[in-house]
Structures are given as C-alpha cells and as structure tokens.
C-alpha cells in the first residue's frame, strides 16, 4: 500500500480548501491494483490522520448498522432523553460486547469477517440445544452431544 497526500487549492461542490489522500493498492509484482481516494477539509491533518479517521469511521457505521438490524436501536419509543439515551447505550453496547466476544473467543489467524447475525444464531442455537437436552432428559455431558454441540451451533450461520 503506498499513498500521499494532495492539498487542493478548492473542492468546487463544497466551495472550501479540501486535503485529497489517494492510496494504492498493490498486487504481487508491484503493480497499482486499486485506488481509494479520501477527502478531507481539516488541513490540520497529515495523510496518515485522514486514512485513520476514515477506517474508525466505517468501523461505527457497521457498529451502527449492527445495532439497526439485530440489536433494536431503531425500535424505541421513548420520549425522555434519559431513556432513549440508556436505549442507545444498551443497544451498541450489546453489539460492542458480542463483537468482543468474538474476538476474544477466535484466534487471530481463525477469525473471519464478524457477523452479528451470526452470534444471534450461535446463541439462539445453544439455547435450542440446551433445551432439547433439558425437555429430553439428556445427559447433557455425553461424549455424542459434545462432538454434535459445535456443528449444532453452526447450523444457520451465514458463510463469510
């Protein structure tokens, strides 16, 4: 990966001085793969500082997302600002936790992209067999449910 930084004497759409970093991508031999291009109006900023606050940036907005789609962020209906701001709390705290607890689980080098349909359905299947084990009467130690419990947990799971 190389890249640089460009000061701009003006970005015409937002009419003010704007710094333009352009990565590359390389492949193998050297070559320019791909090219990404980020922007900035803080002339304050080296290239470095853009690129970084770009990746923190996208890294919330899939916090956000997460907690759009399976955590009920967008799901409140409560007026007080002290509600809603635990409702907010809650629900990207719960994603922060299972993405954490996805870290800390997987080793570095096993780890995946982090799905959080795919811990909701991790959890729901443990809950699932959990309670087969219970209604059933089975022992929940034997040797044939702990080689069955990890390809149990997987059922359902998307494949990243």
């Not at 607890?101 to 997987?106: D, K, M, P």
């Amino acid at each position: 990966m190389t890249g640089g930084s460009i000061l701009t004497p003006c970005a015409k759409t937002i009419s003010r001085h704007a710094k333009v970093v352009i990565v590359h991508h390389l492949d193998n031999q050297g070559q320019v793969k791909s090219a990404k291009i980020y922007a900035c109006t803080d002339m304050g900023m080296d290239a470095a500082e853009v690129l970084h606050a770009y990746q923190c940036r996208f890294q919330i907005e899939f916090l956000y997302r997460d907690g759009k789609q399976h955590a009920g962020l967008a799901h409140c209906q409560a007026r007080s600002p002290q509600k809603l701001y635990f409702h907010l709390n809650t629900a990207l705290t719960a994603v922060s936790l299972a993405k954490a607890a996805y870290c800390l689980s997987t080793p570095p080098q096993e780890r995946k992209a982090f799905s959080m349909a795919d811990v909701k359905t991790q959890y729901a299947n443990d809950l699932l067999l959990d309670r087969f084990i219970a209604t059933f009467g089975i022992g929940a130690q034997l040797s044939k449910i702990n080689s069955i419990r990890e390809r149990f947990r997987a059922i359902g799971k998307i494949a990243a």
